[in-house]
């Protein structure tokens, strides 16, 4: 009984771990590549983040400088949290996908700066928000 007990909860910790949503958050700053998303040294955990992953953009205007900035591609996220005085990018032909916010929508940029001006997702909200949600 011992033995299929701590099967059973080997299992299951396995299980939540393969579905256990992580966090990432954004640096900056790597030579050369300082604003660019899909840059693994540009996030402190060390990897680009996926649909499974939270993202959290903090102000760095007093440590690397560099806003993180998406070109030409689409990016799927499971949340995205810019912090007070934060800054996100999207230039042409990007996108970004919330998949834990059902009330956006992605849309073509406008290639211009989003400032979260101290509320959270205003970035993405400015960004993609479809009007009426």
Not at 50 to 67: C, G, L, M, R
Request: net charge positive; with cysteine.
């Amino acid at each position: 009984m011992k033995r299929t007990l701590c099967i059973v909860a080997l299992f299951t910790l396995i299980g939540l771990n393969l579905h256990a949503q992580r966090t990432a958050t954004w640096k900056g700053g790597t030579p050369g590549r300082s604003n660019v998303w899909n840059c693994p040294t540009n996030w402190k955990e060390g990897r680009v983040p996926d649909e499974f992953t939270h993202v959290i953009i903090p102000d760095v205007s007093t440590s690397t400088f560099s806003y993180p900035s998406i070109k030409n591609a689409t990016i799927v996220v499971a949340s995205l949290y810019c912090m007070p005085g934060a800054k996100l990018r999207l230039r042409a032909n990007a996108r970004l996908v919330e998949l834990d916010n059902p009330g956006c929508k992605p849309t073509k940029s406008r290639a211009k700066w989003a400032e979260s001006n101290g509320k959270s997702d205003t970035a993405v909200s400015m960004l993609h928000h479809t009007s009426g949600h």
